[in-house]
């Protein structure tokens, strides 16, 4: 599979209104104890960091005792109660963005992909669409958070106003996390904006950055994962942090959206992705 890689491809994907596209299912086992502990204590560990107060709402500062699912905050109280779980349902499953390279495809892109150095200076999140996080989509103004919300759970979504995402389910493929609460899920963006400005981005217009920070279909940018996963992320390339048991998946991801715009890779980020593609098996 190709991704589009030319100005007039990226040029259509920029001008138009994005929607949710076609996603990959895959499989994922559940969560060991030791697994949600490490998730809690980063969760406690929680850093100031403008991109993460973009990727999860404001409401999702829970109590540090809260863990797994999460509970549901009563709005206009100070009252939480437990997050429903659909009962009967099949094993959940994360749900990964539409249009990541397959094995060959992800090796061919990453050897072409522009060699340099990494620079975030004069970094700052407004660069990706000024004051709001999210951009608007649509008659009902559904900002891109709720669409992509409704997009990756793994179940339908219940809406609240034909837009606002109040339930479903969404298996986290940095932690192995299943929720149910989607304010313990954070949409977070596979090259990190600020991993985004110090490769190439910094020097696009402010049209083309807002556009990359709300992809929903072009690039396989935006994923549904927990709060407490995604901070520990935090802004960090693949040469430094991976999601364990999805490593190859991930990797073929952050390959495809830095192919789709042009990003450059620093020899560190390169080698790291070479190594993980070797270890990959075709699927």
């Not at 709300?214 to 396989?220: I, Q, T, V, W």
Request: net charge positive; aromatic share 8%; proline share 7%.
């Amino acid at each position: 599979m190709r991704l589009p890689h030319g100005r007039s491809a990226l040029a259509c994907a920029l001008l138009t209104t994005v929607l949710p596209a076609g996603l990959l299912p895959l499989a994922a086992q559940a969560a060991s104890p030791s697994v949600r502990a490490r998730a809690h204590r980063a969760h406690q560990a929680v850093r100031t960091f403008d991109e993460l107060d973009c990727e999860g709402p404001e409401e999702d500062r829970l109590p540090s005792t809260d863990e797994g699912q999460g509970a549901v905050h009563v709005p206009g109280t100070a009252a939480f109660v437990p997050a429903p779980v659909p009962s009967g349902l099949p094993p959940a499953v994360v749900k990964w963005p539409a249009n990541i390279p397959d094995l060959d495809d992800a090796r061919r892109m990453l050897s072409e992909l522009e060699l340099g150095t990494f620079d975030s200076k004069g970094f700052q999140r407004t660069a990706f669409g000024g004051k709001s996080c999210w951009v608007l989509h649509g008659a009902n103004k559904c900002s891109t958070r709720e669409l992509a919300l409704k997009a990756l759970s793994d179940i339908p979504a219940t809406l609240k106003d034909g837009c606002k995402v109040v339930g479903g389910r969404w298996r986290s493929a940095y932690d192995g996390m299943t929720l149910t609460n989607p304010l313990r899920v954070d949409i977070d963006h596979i090259v990190p904006l600020k991993a985004a400005w110090g490769s190439g981005a910094r020097d696009w217009p402010e049209y083309k950055r807002r556009a990359f920070a709300n992809d929903l279909s072009g690039a396989p940018q935006l994923i549904a994962v927990s709060t407490w996963s995604n901070r520990a992320k935090d802004d960090k390339g693949p040469d430094k942090w991976l999601p364990r048991g999805y490593e190859c998946t991930y990797s073929r991801a952050w390959i495809g959206v830095k192919d789709y715009y042009g990003l450059r890779v620093t020899t560190a980020e390169r080698n790291k992705l070479q190594k993980v593609l070797g270890d990959c098996k075709q699927t």
